[in-house]
Each structure stands twice: as structure tokens, then as C-alpha cells.
């Protein structure tokens, strides 16, 4: 009953408190962060660069008459053939006059000129670079802290410390500070500091103040100087095989956009502290040349192992990729490895060819030995090694061609070829193949891949675009793979394979719906009789979901998602879930307050049936939760202008659980049948 009167008090309020809806979040990017998190054992990305980038095209749109390849594929939102049309249109009829003419560009339709319409602008004056003291002047500073916390006490605090050798000693709280300064896209710098919750500050093992520090300065455009990082920053290679720090998307419903593009060199200044370089970068351009140069040294997290044995020196068992520092254990794991990293890219660019050819290598202070596990025997081992590849892309009508060919130090290779098919101005089609052998191993890559990492592969993919009248659009992939080796939790080499089809509605601004169908089978070890070998078995997984958007007028929108998965359905592990929810969104033009509210149910019938449901956040966050069980969730997000420099962000969520006394596991583990969050960003503009 409890329950019931909170939802009817949130409804009731729904018309006055509001979402932050800010960031540039489509259907199709909250779907395919949903497979990130699902793919990353339910770990949600720190990487908010991304969403840094688009809003920042919010205030200085890309200028189109003036922008080229590289700029317009920042966006992530055009396929090569659309962006390959635009340069050509303009070179055919020359500078846009305003932004209706881009209904003339082959493969521009409504739908996407929509998508595009906050970051783009149409401009018949040289955009000027700026001068070094324009740069240093005319830009933006921004201060933003944010903090979070469970309220819930875990088990890991409750601990008492005079006992216990494993718990959290520092406090609940999550801490995150950032400064940036930015004129425009061209000049950017920053710090950024963070510390996670259970982490201690400014004592104990954190006598420093925050866990983590990261400091950047980019800039980029002067002379042919293309891109200069001093700090922290990423590296972007080829397809992924080599090297890919950055966010990078794999299936979803945007089945044509497939490949990796992007610059070789961006700022990092997110909080997530292990897929970054730490040193300095330059990318150089003459004509159709250009020439990346990088070299980092940082120290990174990893499992040290003394050997007292005297038969052997100490090594490292495992690297660290969680980022926490809270138990004794992590703390003694932070830093312990020496990483020293460099490497480059030389490309050439001819009208419709580019050529690349990318390398990068490493330099550890103590060698990497995995635990002697079958799955481990092509694992990467040693004090050394190296990555390094060929890519290409071509133009030819209709056709867009790719790829990339690495191999190692040990010369072990891999291979990515993908083609992007224009049939008609109505059927766009993808296709990939990739061949990765079992003893390719690369550090921070990020391919068009089944796995999470780029090895022990053989695949191909096949989707398709169709567009049969002005609302409607179907959007459908197949594709099936096979792993030639051992794999975690699966003792012996599998295959499997991969569906998705998807129908569209948008026939105006103000409504939108999808209706999915997705379904995959992967191998696993299965052993209830608990045999001497597991056997291994495909563990089919269906779901079905149906997404409404309704915007009722100009400040409010209603949406509702409904999602029902069916998991090994015919097996001995057969389970079922299920969710739903209502969103209440309230932006109102040019007013200071504005908001969302969640309501929603869910009911699984164990980890394997579990769901992701995107949720809104405050300002450059997001969050992705996993649902299984059996609960109710809501949150409450709002945001208020408090004038022009000052911008507030609040978030209350809170999951109630049926029939559970323990949420969590581990340290994590709460007693109770609720769990909450809060959340406060406040941000500051001069």
C-alpha cells in the first residue's frame, strides 16, 4: 500500500518537476550503451567524452561549409556514403545557403537532418581559427563536483575494523571534481579528480586527497599542427585490432554504422582510470599526408606476485581494470605495474582512398604471467610487446569499403573487411568479416567483435537498413560467429550466433516507437551432475521490447518501455523477465527548471533473465542498472538554472525489493529490501 501511494504522490508531481535531458542521447545510443554495460559484466563506463563532445557541438555547432571528413565524423551519427555524398554535393554546387538544402544530398533524408540539427549550422563566412590570445581568452571555464552515495550501509563499513582484514575504510561517499577550459574545438584544457566511494581521503592511504588526478591540455588546428596532447589523452587506431581507448559501439539497431572512425588523438578527461595514455601526441598534416606520433609512461594497476622460490623473478598474475582502491588488497595492487607506451600512424589520403599503416608498443616493468588455465595458453604474457596493422577505406559509387590487418611481435594476425552498401535511396546494407586468431592478443582495443577484446574469433555480420515510406523504418542484422579456443567458463571451442530486428514509427516531432526482437546463443559450461569435464552447451536468449514516445507538447513527454526475455527457455536452466516502466519528462523552453520521473516494475526469475533499462542522470553521467528479482524501482532528476553561471543537478533512485532480506553480494551486500542513490552536481561557468 506504502508503495501504491508513492506512485500516485510522484504522478501528481510528474507536471511540475523535471528531466535533465540535455545530453544527445537517441534511442539507438541508449540501446547500444545498454549492450556495453551488458558485455562488461554489468560494469557502467566512466568514458563521458563523448557526451563532453556533443554538448560542446551544442554551443559551437560544426560549421558546414567549412567542415571536412574528419569533423563530420565526430558526430557518430553519419556513415561514411553520407559524408562521402556531402563533400561531394558541395563541391558540386558549392557553399550551402542554409540547411533545407540538405534534402538534396543523396542519402540525407528527414530523419537525419533532425538528428543533426543542434550540432551543425550552416554559415557563409570563414570560420576563424583564432589567434593564441583569442584561444587563451575568449573561451569557457566550467567548474563541476559531483557527489553520490547508497545511504544503505554494505557490509564492507559495517565491518569492525579490528577484526576484519577486508573491508572498506574510507567513507560512502563518491567524489568527482573537474575543471575545463574550452574556446571552441580548438584549444581545451583541464583537470580532473575523483574518488570512489569506500576510498578513503586526505588520510590513510590516500593522504593526497582524491584516489584518482588526471590533467590534459589539447589543441588543436595551428599551422600543420592537426593535434597536440600534453597529459592525458587516447589513441584511435584503424578498426579497433591495434588500438581504440575511446567509447566505441558494436551490434545494435544502427546497423550501418559499423566502423570505427574518429580522431587518432582526443582529450581525456574522464573519470575512469585505466583505458587512457599519460605522456604526449601530436598528429601532423601536409597535403594529403598525415603523421601521428605518441609516447606515454604511467603506472597502472595489476596483481604483483613475489616469488620466493628464487627460481624465478616476480611477475604480475593479472591486470586491474575496476579502478578501486578500498581493501587493503587494491590498494597494495594500485600502481604496482610500469607501463611505458609508443607508437604512431602514417596515412595518406587521395580523393576516395585512405591508407594507413598503425603500430604501437609496450614496455612493462615486470612481466605478465596468467594462472596456468586452459583458456590462458594464448594469453599475453611477458615484458614486451607490440601491435601493429594496415587500414584502408574506399569510395566507389554506391560502395564503402574497409578494413584492417594487424599482427604482433610474435607475428600472430588478425583481420576486420567491412562494406557499406547504398542498394537505393531507401536500403542501406553492412556487412563484416572478421578473422582473429586465438593467439592475437592486444592492450585498450576495441574491434566490431562478439568478444569484448579482439581475439580467438571467426566471424561474419550482415544487416540492413530499409526505409519504406517517410515513418517507417526496419532495421535488421544476423550474425554468427565461432571462437577456435577455449574462452572463460567455456572448456572447449564454440560457435554462435546473433538476431536482431527492429521496427520504427516516427510519423511527426512528437511521437516515436520501436518494436524489437532480439535473439542470441552462445556456448557456456553446463554441469548440474557436477562431471569431471563440463560439457559445453548453447544457452539460447530471446527478448522482445516495445519503446512508446509520445511528446504531449512543447514541454512535456511521456515514454514507456515494455521488455519481456525468455533465457534457455527449452533447457534445464530455463528462466524468464520481465519490465516495464513510465518515464515523465518536463522541459519547458527557456524556463530554469525542468526534470524527469521513473516508474518501474520488474520480475525475473534469476541472474540469467536479468534486464538494462538506460536511465536519465545529471549533466555528462548516465547510469545503466541491472535488474533481476524481483521489485519496484523510481528515481526523481531535476535540474535548475540558478542564473546564468550556476547550474544544479539532483537524482533520488531507490529499487524495493519481494521477499529479499540481502541485496548484493560480498562486501557490497546490504541487508534490507531497498537500495538507493543519491545524487547532487552542481556546476559553474565563468
Same mark, same amino acid.
Given at each position: 500500500?506504502?508503495?501504491?501511494?508513492?506512485?500516485?504522490?510522484?504522478?501528481?508531481?510528474?507536471?511540475?518537476?523535471?528531466?535533465?535531458?540535455?545530453?544527445?542521447?537517441?534511442?539507438?545510443?541508449?540501446?547500444?550503451?545498454?549492450?556495453?554495460?551488458?558485455?562488461?559484466?554489468?560494469?557502467?563506463?566512466?568514458?563521458?567524452?563523448?557526451?563532453?563532445?556533443?554538448?560542446?557541438?551544442?554551443?559551437?555547432?560544426?560549421?558546414?561549409?567549412?567542415?571536412?571528413?574528419?569533423?563530420?565524423?565526430?558526430?557518430?551519427?553519419?556513415?561514411?556514403?553520407?559524408?562521402?555524398?556531402?563533400?561531394?554535393?558541395?563541391?558540386?554546387?558549392?557553399?550551402?545557403?542554409?540547411?533545407?538544402?540538405?534534402?538534396?544530398?543523396?542519402?540525407?533524408?528527414?530523419?537525419?537532418?533532425?538528428?543533426?540539427?543542434?550540432?551543425?549550422?550552416?554559415?557563409?563566412?570563414?570560420?576563424?581559427?583564432?589567434?593564441?590570445?583569442?584561444?587563451?581568452?575568449?573561451?569557457?571555464?566550467?567548474?563541476?563536483?559531483?557527489?553520490?552515495?547508497?545511504?544503505?550501509?554494505?557490509?564492507?563499513?559495517?565491518?569492525?575494523?579490528?577484526?576484519?582484514?577486508?573491508?572498506?575504510?574510507?567513507?560512502?561517499?563518491?567524489?568527482?571534481?573537474?575543471?575545463?577550459?574550452?574556446?571552441?574545438?580548438?584549444?581545451?584544457?583541464?583537470?580532473?579528480?575523483?574518488?570512489?566511494?569506500?576510498?578513503?581521503?586526505?588520510?590513510?592511504?590516500?593522504?593526497?586527497?582524491?584516489?584518482?588526478?588526471?590533467?590534459?591540455?589539447?589543441?588543436?588546428?595551428?599551422?600543420?599542427?592537426?593535434?597536440?596532447?600534453?597529459?592525458?589523452?587516447?589513441?584511435?587506431?584503424?578498426?579497433?585490432?591495434?588500438?581504440?581507448?575511446?567509447?566505441?559501439?558494436?551490434?545494435?539497431?544502427?546497423?550501418?554504422?559499423?566502423?570505427?572512425?574518429?580522431?587518432?588523438?582526443?582529450?581525456?578527461?574522464?573519470?575512469?582510470?585505466?583505458?587512457?595514455?599519460?605522456?604526449?601526441?601530436?598528429?601532423?598534416?601536409?597535403?594529403?599526408?598525415?603523421?601521428?606520433?605518441?609516447?606515454?609512461?604511467?603506472?597502472?594497476?595489476?596483481?604483483?606476485?613475489?616469488?620466493?622460490?628464487?627460481?624465478?623473478?616476480?611477475?604480475?598474475?593479472?591486470?586491474?581494470?575496476?579502478?578501486?582502491?578500498?581493501?587493503?588488497?587494491?590498494?597494495?595492487?594500485?600502481?604496482?605495474?610500469?607501463?611505458?607506451?609508443?607508437?604512431?600512424?602514417?596515412?595518406?589520403?587521395?580523393?576516395?582512398?585512405?591508407?594507413?599503416?598503425?603500430?604501437?608498443?609496450?614496455?612493462?616493468?615486470?612481466?605478465?604471467?596468467?594462472?596456468?588455465?586452459?583458456?590462458?595458453?594464448?594469453?599475453?604474457?611477458?615484458?614486451?610487446?607490440?601491435?601493429?596493422?594496415?587500414?584502408?577505406?574506399?569510395?566507389?559509387?554506391?560502395?564503402?569499403?574497409?578494413?584492417?590487418?594487424?599482427?604482433?611481435?610474435?607475428?600472430?594476425?588478425?583481420?576486420?573487411?567491412?562494406?557499406?552498401?547504398?542498394?537505393?535511396?531507401?536500403?542501406?546494407?553492412?556487412?563484416?568479416?572478421?578473422?582473429?586468431?586465438?593467439?592475437?592478443?592486444?592492450?585498450?582495443?576495441?574491434?566490431?567483435?562478439?568478444?569484448?577484446?579482439?581475439?580467438?574469433?571467426?566471424?561474419?555480420?550482415?544487416?540492413?537498413?530499409?526505409?519504406?515510406?517517410?515513418?517507417?523504418?526496419?532495421?535488421?542484422?544476423?550474425?554468427?560467429?565461432?571462437?577456435?579456443?577455449?574462452?572463460?567458463?567455456?572448456?572447449?571451442?564454440?560457435?554462435?550466433?546473433?538476431?536482431?530486428?527492429?521496427?520504427?514509427?516516427?510519423?511527426?516531432?512528437?511521437?516515436?516507437?520501436?518494436?524489437?526482437?532480439?535473439?542470441?546463443?552462445?556456448?557456456?559450461?553446463?554441469?548440474?551432475?557436477?562431471?569431471?569435464?563440463? =560439457? !559445453?552447451?548453447?544457452?539460447?536468449?530471446?527478448?522482445?521490447?516495445?519503446?512508446?514516445? $509520445?511528446? @504531449? &507538447?512543447?514541454? #512535456? /513527454?511521456?515514454?514507456?518501455?515494455?521488455?519481456?526475455?525468455?533465457?534457455?527457455?527449452?533447457?534445464?536452466?530455463?528462466?524468464?523477465?520481465?519490465?516495464?516502466?513510465?518515464?515523465?519528462?518536463?522541459?519547458?523552453?527557456?524556463?530554469?527548471?525542468?526534470?524527469?520521473?521513473?516508474?518501474?516494475?520488474?520480475?525475473?526469475?534469476?541472474?540469467?533473465?536479468?534486464?538494462?533499462?538506460?536511465?536519465?542522470?545529471?549533466?555528462?553521467?548516465?547510469?545503466? =542498472? !541491472?535488474?533481476?528479482?524481483?521489485?519496484?524501482?523510481?528515481?526523481?532528476?531535476?535540474? $535548475?538554472? @540558478? &542564473?546564468?553561471? #550556476? /547550474?544544479?543537478?539532483?537524482?533520488?533512485?531507490?529499487?524495493?525489493?519481494?521477499?529479499?532480506?540481502?541485496?548484493?553480494?560480498?562486501?557490497?551486500?546490504?541487508?534490507?529490501?531497498?537500495?538507493?542513490?543519491?545524487?547532487?552536481?552542481?556546476?559553474?561557468?565563468?
Amino acid at each position: 500500500m506504502r508503495i501504491f501511494f508513492v506512485w500516485l504522490i510522484l504522478l501528481l508531481l510528474a507536471a511540475d518537476i523535471a528531466a535533465q535531458v540535455t545530453e544527445p542521447i537517441t534511442t539507438n545510443t541508449e540501446q547500444q550503451l545498454e549492450n556495453i554495460t551488458e558485455n562488461n559484466e554489468d560494469i557502467e563506463t566512466e568514458d563521458d567524452a563523448y557526451l563532453q563532445e556533443m554538448v560542446q557541438f551544442i554551443k559551437n555547432p560544426i560549421e558546414l561549409n567549412y567542415a571536412d571528413a574528419a569533423a563530420l565524423n565526430q558526430l557518430r551519427m553519419l556513415t561514411p556514403m553520407q559524408v562521402h555524398n556531402f563533400i561531394l554535393y558541395r563541391n558540386l554546387v558549392g557553399k550551402l545557403v542554409n540547411l533545407y538544402e540538405l534534402q538534396a544530398v543523396p542519402g540525407w533524408d528527414i530523419g537525419t537532418i533532425q538528428k543533426l540539427r543542434p550540432y551543425i549550422n550552416v554559415s557563409i563566412q570563414v570560420s576563424a581559427a583564432g589567434t593564441v590570445k583569442r584561444r587563451l581568452k575568449n573561451g569557457e571555464h566550467s567548474i563541476l563536483l559531483r557527489a553520490s552515495q547508497v545511504p544503505e550501509r554494505s557490509k564492507g563499513y559495517l565491518l569492525d575494523s579490528s577484526i576484519a582484514t577486508n573491508f572498506y575504510p574510507g567513507s560512502p561517499q563518491k567524489y568527482l571534481f573537474r575543471y575545463k577550459y574550452a574556446y571552441r574545438n580548438l584549444l581545451q584544457y583541464g583537470i580532473v579528480a575523483e574518488k570512489d566511494a569506500g576510498e578513503q581521503f586526505f588520510k590513510g592511504k590516500q593522504k593526497q586527497g582524491f584516489d584518482f588526478y588526471s590533467a590534459h591540455i589539447f589543441v588543436r588546428k595551428v599551422g600543420i599542427i592537426k593535434a597536440l596532447a600534453i597529459g592525458d589523452f587516447t589513441v584511435n587506431l584503424g578498426q579497433g585490432l591495434t588500438q581504440w581507448q575511446s567509447l566505441a559501439f558494436k551490434k545494435s539497431a544502427a546497423v550501418i554504422n559499423i566502423k570505427r572512425e574518429g580522431e587518432i588523438l582526443r582529450p581525456y578527461n574522464s573519470a575512469g582510470e585505466i583505458n587512457f595514455h599519460r605522456g604526449i601526441g601530436i598528429t601532423l598534416t601536409k597535403k594529403n599526408w598525415q603523421l601521428t606520433m605518441f609516447g606515454s609512461y604511467r603506472n597502472i594497476d595489476a596483481n604483483f606476485v613475489s616469488d620466493t622460490s628464487q627460481t624465478q623473478d616476480d611477475f604480475i598474475s593479472s591486470l586491474q581494470t575496476s579502478g578501486y582502491h578500498r581493501t587493503k588488497s587494491e590498494t597494495a595492487d594500485k600502481g604496482i605495474q610500469r607501463q611505458l607506451a609508443f607508437g604512431g600512424n602514417l596515412s595518406y589520403q587521395f580523393k576516395r582512398l585512405y591508407l594507413g599503416i598503425n603500430g604501437i608498443q609496450y614496455r612493462f616493468k615486470f612481466p605478465l604471467i596468467k594462472s596456468a588455465e586452459p583458456y590462458n595458453f594464448y594469453a599475453l604474457s611477458g615484458n614486451s610487446f607490440g601491435n601493429y596493422s594496415i587500414d584502408y577505406s574506399y569510395t566507389f559509387k554506391n560502395l564503402h569499403l574497409f578494413g584492417e590487418a594487424a599482427f604482433t611481435s610474435n607475428f600472430d594476425k588478425a583481420f576486420i573487411n567491412g562494406v557499406l552498401i547504398s542498394a537505393s535511396s531507401k536500403i542501406d546494407l553492412s556487412l563484416v568479416y572478421r578473422n582473429i586468431s586465438k593467439s592475437y592478443q592486444s592492450l585498450y582495443s576495441n574491434g566490431f567483435t562478439e568478444n569484448t577484446y579482439p581475439t580467438n574469433e571467426n566471424g561474419f555480420y550482415a544487416g540492413v537498413s530499409i526505409s519504406p515510406a517517410n515513418a517507417w523504418r526496419i532495421d535488421a542484422y544476423a550474425d554468427f560467429f565461432k571462437f577456435p579456443w577455449l574462452r572463460y567458463r567455456v572448456d572447449a571451442p564454440s560457435t554462435g550466433s546473433d538476431y536482431l530486428i527492429q521496427l520504427s514509427y516516427k510519423p511527426n516531432k512528437q511521437l516515436e516507437i520501436y518494436t524489437r526482437f532480439h535473439s542470441e546463443s552462445k556456448a557456456i559450461n553446463v554441469n548440474p551432475g557436477q562431471l569431471t569435464l563440463s =560439457p !559445453v552447451t548453447r544457452q539460447p536468449k530471446k527478448n522482445w521490447r516495445t519503446q512508446v514516445s $509520445y511528446r @504531449i &507538447n512543447t514541454a #512535456i /513527454t511521456i515514454r514507456n518501455r515494455t521488455e519481456i526475455l525468455w533465457f534457455d527457455k527449452k533447457g534445464l536452466a530455463a528462466e524468464e523477465g520481465f519490465l516495464t516502466y513510465v518515464d515523465f519528462l518536463y522541459k519547458p523552453m527557456l524556463k530554469a527548471f525542468s526534470g524527469v520521473i521513473r516508474l518501474q516494475y520488474f520480475e525475473t526469475d534469476g541472474y540469467n533473465s536479468r534486464l538494462y533499462a538506460y536511465e536519465n542522470d545529471v549533466l555528462y553521467s548516465f547510469s545503466i =542498472p !541491472v535488474f533481476y528479482d524481483k521489485g519496484l524501482r523510481y528515481y526523481v532528476n531535476i535540474n $535548475y538554472d @540558478i &542564473n546564468k553561471k #550556476i /547550474t544544479l543537478w539532483i537524482k533520488w533512485a531507490q529499487t524495493i525489493y519481494n521477499d529479499k532480506t540481502l541485496i548484493g553480494s560480498g562486501l557490497d551486500e546490504i541487508k534490507g529490501t531497498t537500495k538507493s542513490e543519491v545524487k547532487l552536481q552542481v556546476q559553474y561557468k565563468f
